[in-house]
């Protein structure tokens, strides 16, 4: 019996021994394309060369040496260009390991910033309904997946959630798109009012709503009206780019597409495009000089941050990302992708809503289609989506609790940025087959 404690104890998981490009192969020979990069970690596919062989140089050079004693060159570089690429004021960057490590330090960064300021009283934080930040409990307690959150609930701090932006399911058919972004902002700041001004630090929220949601893009003025929100009552605005970011949508930022700045940013996943765990949080001048002229010292910390390897393989993300002008490529190939997945899928009784930007997609399953109404718990649409997918060599991301954490089926799609047109055609052909031999099963 297998001594690895895999997340679901009684998975037969075949074993991987080597990937190129969009697919992945098993010891068995079988080949998978990688439509989903993972967890929307591969952006750049599987055995790059370019990133190879910058950790290999940073594994010859000196493969770690702790933070508290050094900085690294590949530490500076990718700081250097991150803050290169982003608008100002974002020009300061705390390196991590992955993404709940990210938002559980922006969390930290947002209360030693008012610590400082010397306004104790701020301690509450607010962020949306469906939304995830991840599973360390002080991200866990932010998110707003009541499925994540159930049985850890008794360990969480208190956080606030307000509703998420979710038109397919919450916009009124008369409303517009500015006055359900409106009523969003009314809301927020009715929560804040409730709360206590003083009492609140930050709103954190993905600017696309990843794994829990399925890609949820807000509405026109949203994220605008947020920032106003925020700026009002002097309440920091946290963006989760965890998934969402690092070039997924077709821009850098997804909140690019916002016309809004963040205080504070996380970025993981795709930072090192799975060559090495990685992540990351960009803080404004305003927060860090407020530490700076301060104490002096952020009061956090991890034994493997800034880790040299890591940073040689975001460094090199990085410039592959840019030197092979990809960005142009997820908008382009995003663009085909939603179109053949609409052509292919819309006629379909049981596809409600396909939305997402650049190459990251969601496809809202439904039992009807006028009304709705999700797809029956007990279908258990997700797992034989999966396991089907697999089964036809296709990599996808189906999950369940769309809604509300616990109705609702989703798949989020999120390819290698590297993927061209037959790739695209050969993706949405087996989901196409995947979904004919699960609706079977459900409808």
Avoid at 251 to 265: G, Y
Avoid at 369 to 381: D, H, N
Wanted: aromatic share 8%; glycine share 8%.
């Amino acid at each position: 019996m297998t001594k690895v404690f895999h997340r679901h104890c009684h998975s037969k998981l075949p074993t991987v021994v080597r990937g190129e490009g969009v697919y992945l192969f098993d010891q068995q020979g079988r080949r998978y394309l990688d439509a989903c990069g993972g967890a929307a970690v591969s952006n750049l596919g599987h055995n790059h060369q370019h990133v190879k062989r910058g950790i290999a140089q940073q594994l010859e050079a000196i493969p770690f040496a702790h933070s508290h004693f050094f900085t690294t060159d590949s530490c500076e570089l990718l700081a250097k260009k991150l803050t290169h690429l982003a608008p100002d004021p974002l020009n300061h960057v705390y390196f991590v390991s992955g993404g709940s490590e990210a938002v559980e330090s922006a969390l930290k960064m947002a209360r030693q910033y008012f610590v400082e300021k010397g306004e104790l009283s701020r301690t509450e934080f607010i962020a949306r309904k469906q939304s995830y930040h991840g599973n360390t409990l002080g991200a866990l307690a932010v998110g707003g997946n009541q499925w994540r959150r159930s049985q850890y609930e008794p360990l969480l701090t208190s956080a606030h959630h307000v509703s998420a932006c979710y038109p397919y399911r919450d916009k009124h058919p008369s409303e517009s798109d500015r006055a359900y972004s409106q009523r969003l902002a009314d809301e927020l700041e009715q929560k804040i009012v409730q709360i206590g001004p003083d009492k609140v630090m930050a709103f954190v929220a993905e600017p696309v709503v990843g794994a829990t949601a399925g890609a949820l893009t807000a509405t026109a003025d949203y994220f605008r009206l947020v920032r106003k929100v925020c700026d009002q009552y002097g309440i920091l605005l946290i963006f989760d780019e965890v998934m969402c970011g690092v070039g997924r949508t077709g821009t850098f930022f997804a909140f690019e597409q916002e016309q809004t700045v963040p205080d504070l940013v996380t970025l993981a996943k795709g930072l090192g495009a799975g060559y090495q765990p990685i992540g990351a949080v960009l803080a404004s001048d305003t927060v860090y000089d407020t530490i700076a002229s301060g104490s002096g010292f952020f009061q956090h910390g991890h034994t493997f941050m800034g880790h040299p390897m890591a940073c040689a393989a975001g460094l090199a993300t990085l410039e592959a990302i840019e030197q092979d002008q990809l960005l142009l490529n997820v908008k382009r190939q995003g663009q085909y992708l939603k179109q053949l997945l609409e052509e292919k899928l819309s006629p379909f009784a049981y596809i409600g809503d396909i939305r997402g930007k650049g190459l990251f997609i969601g496809i809202e399953l439904v039992s009807n289609k006028q009304t709705k109404q999700p797809l029956p718990i007990e279908s258990q649409a997700h797992k034989i989506i999966h396991t089907t997918a697999m089964e036809l060599g296709l990599m996808c991301y189906p999950m369940s609790g769309t809604i509300d954490g616990v109705n609702g089926h989703h798949i989020l799609l999120a390819p290698p940025f590297i993927i061209n047109d037959d790739q695209i055609v050969e993706l949405v052909d087996k989901l196409v087959q995947t979904l004919n031999v699960c609706a079977k099963q459900w409808m």
